[in-house]
């Protein structure tokens, strides 16, 4: 199982972390974000890894990682910096990861065994760590529905309501060649404005609006994202203080 993480984008909602590093190289508890997640990977069994490279890209090329380039990374968004990684996508069954989260390798064994061409991780106790982030979680929240079978049926509509969250999606995806050929077909639809702009959940959608199943793999905390200087503050705080911290991302109760 091939992985894939997405390091393109300026990461300027972290502000000054980010001013002369990727936002995938910031620093949490002492080591960058993406060593966390080759860690997680590695411990998974999953590679070789790949890392879609945009901003300050020749600071990434550290070992343990091919790279991919997106050289328009500043005018283009997530899915066209995936698309970079098509040589990959095109052969390979392929994990993908948002460069600014963390997970255990518990999370990315269980996605790698699911079945499905196109399938993403969500976590259910989602609730838990947005409340610990936001003063008021749903101002951040987006609709995450399944249907009876588990499959996603609707993601990222702003919503008030708890009742259209079923969970949080994580940024950690998995597509097989023909999940990406479907992929594929939908961008070749779209003029080059708008595949520019198309971010994941706009592109996930429209693949379950052309009746592409999606499915979905849960999990029950252990995971974080790191958006802004107060998320990776949070974090920090919580790893230096005393007992497990229920969302360590390595799944295995102690802290790093």
Same mark, same amino acid.
């Given at each position: ?49 790949? #890392? ?32 970079? *990684? ?61 249907? *009876?079978?588990?499959?996603? #049926? ?26 990406? *050929?479907? #992929? ?25 609006? *052309? ?46």
């Amino acid at each position: 199982m091939h992985a894939v993480i997405l390091a393109a984008g300026r990461g300027s909602r972290l502000g000054e972390r980010t001013r002369n590093l990727p936002k995938c190289l910031t620093p949490l508890a002492g080591r960058p974000l993406l060593h966390w997640q080759l860690e997680a990977l590695g411990a998974a069994g999953a590679g070789p890894v790949a #890392v879609v490279r945009g901003y300050m890209a020749e600071k990434l090329a550290g070992p343990g990682y091919q790279t991919f380039d997106n050289p328009r990374w500043a005018e283009t968004n997530m899915v066209l910096s995936l698309a970079c *990684a098509a040589p990959w996508l095109r052969a390979f069954p392929c994990l993908v990861a948002y460069s600014d989260i963390l997970y255990g390798p518990g999370a990315v064994t269980a996605l790698a065994a699911a079945p499905g061409d196109i399938t993403l991780t969500y976590d259910r106790l989602w609730l838990q760590l947005w409340s610990e982030r936001f003063q008021d979680p749903l101002a951040d929240a987006e609709s995450f529905r399944l249907d *009876a079978a588990g499959n996603l #049926v609707e993601i990222g509509r702003r919503t008030s309501s708890l009742a259209d969250i079923q969970g949080q999606y994580m940024g950690l995806l998995k597509f097989t060649p023909a999940g990406w *050929a479907r #992929v594929e077909r939908e961008l070749e639809a779209l003029p080059q404005e708008r595949r520019d702009r198309l971010d994941m959940t706009s592109l996930l959608n429209r693949l379950l609006q *052309a009746g592409t199943p999606i499915g979905t793999v849960p999990v029950q905390g252990g995971w974080c994202e790191v958006d802004n200087p107060s998320d990776a503050d949070l974090y920090e705080r919580r790893l230096a203080g005393p007992g497990p911290w229920s969302h360590d991302w390595r799944g295995q109760g102690r802290r790093p």
